[in-house]
């Protein structure tokens, strides 16, 4: 009779480690791996498809993972998590998610190390390594003021990196612009991001962007990384100029709270939602400038 309410049990374990990698969020990762591979190569393949799939769930798993497992105390005192905005994982789980995150990841790096050159491979250990140095104890990027947005953006911007080198990409200007917009979007995201958290990251005594400089700095500094994302696409051979639209609909969400205080920061999380949908929209927009960049 105990053998049937086991599964349920393992169903539901099984959905905690998935939602620890934040679904919502997977298409961030894997789409710019896609792109720079694709936009390079112009055919489909196996290794875009496994680098693909690596870059959608396992590599999510690690990232959101291992920072919900040793980040437990700090989001227990944390109103945002248990939802599409971090899973809560009770201790038990901490074990087997860290394990599914190895025994998911394994696999695919040791795939893209084999069909890859020295280039991809020494970005994929950047980008691992980013990864695991975010959340991992002793390491803590995550605690290092701007080092912690610096990091944030690696997540995003290296598996681009990692797709155009595996494709064998040569280095361009603008393929340079792009990076380097695309990597002070993923700051400006991540410093935004943390102004909701000022309060419950001071109580856990946290070092973040946010809790170094405070919510208004913060907010004021995001603010100027999306210009300057949008201005570096400017710069950029045609279709490129168009993503400098990109940047509008994140200024507008973010410029109201230019002046929070500090003990205002949480109500930020309702901009903070609205960039998780906005991402949806500015990647439809990024993929309808690659098809013009495709066929152009």
Do not use: C
Request: no cysteine; hydrophobic share 55%.
């Amino acid at each position: 009779m105990t053998a049937p309410a086991a599964r349920p049990s393992l169903a539901r374990d099984l959905g905690q480690i998935l939602l620890s990698s934040r679904p919502i969020s997977w298409i961030n990762t894997a789409f710019p791996f896609a792109a720079g591979y694709l936009l390079t190569t112009r055919e489909l393949d196996l290794t875009v498809v496994i680098g693909f799939v690596y870059f959608l769930i396992p590599y999510n798993l690690a990232m959101y993972g291992i920072n919900d497992v040793f980040d437990y105390a700090s989001d227990l005192a944390n109103p945002r998590k248990g939802g599409i905005e971090g899973a809560l994982l009770a201790p038990r789980m901490h074990r087997p998610t860290l394990w599914a995150a190895a025994v998911s990841n394994i696999p695919f790096l040791v795939y893209l190390v084999v069909v890859g050159n020295a280039a991809s491979t020494a970005w994929l250990a950047v980008s691992v390594f980013a990864v695991i140095a975010y959340s991992a104890p002793r390491l803590r990027f995550k605690e290092r003021a701007f080092l912690d947005s610096v990091t944030s953006s690696l997540h995003f911007v290296t598996p681009a990196i990692v797709g155009l080198a595996l494709a064998g990409s040569g280095v361009t200007r603008d393929t340079v612009l792009v990076l380097v917009a695309f990597f002070l979007w993923g700051m400006a995201a991540h410093a935004f991001g943390a102004v909701q958290d000022v309060g419950p990251d001071r109580e856990a005594g946290i070092g973040s962007v946010a809790t170094v400089i405070g919510a208004a700095a913060t907010v004021r500094l995001s603010l100027g990384l999306w210009a300057l994302a949008g201005i570096l696409m400017l710069l950029t051979a045609w279709p490129g100029p168009l993503g400098a639209l990109l940047a509008l609909p994140y200024l507008i969400n973010a410029a109201p709270w230019w002046r929070v205080s500090d003990e205002d920061s949480g109500a930020t999380n309702r901009a903070w939602r609205r960039f998780i949908f906005l991402n949806y929209f500015a990647g439809f927009l990024a993929t309808m400038i690659l098809i013009l960049a495709w066929v152009s």
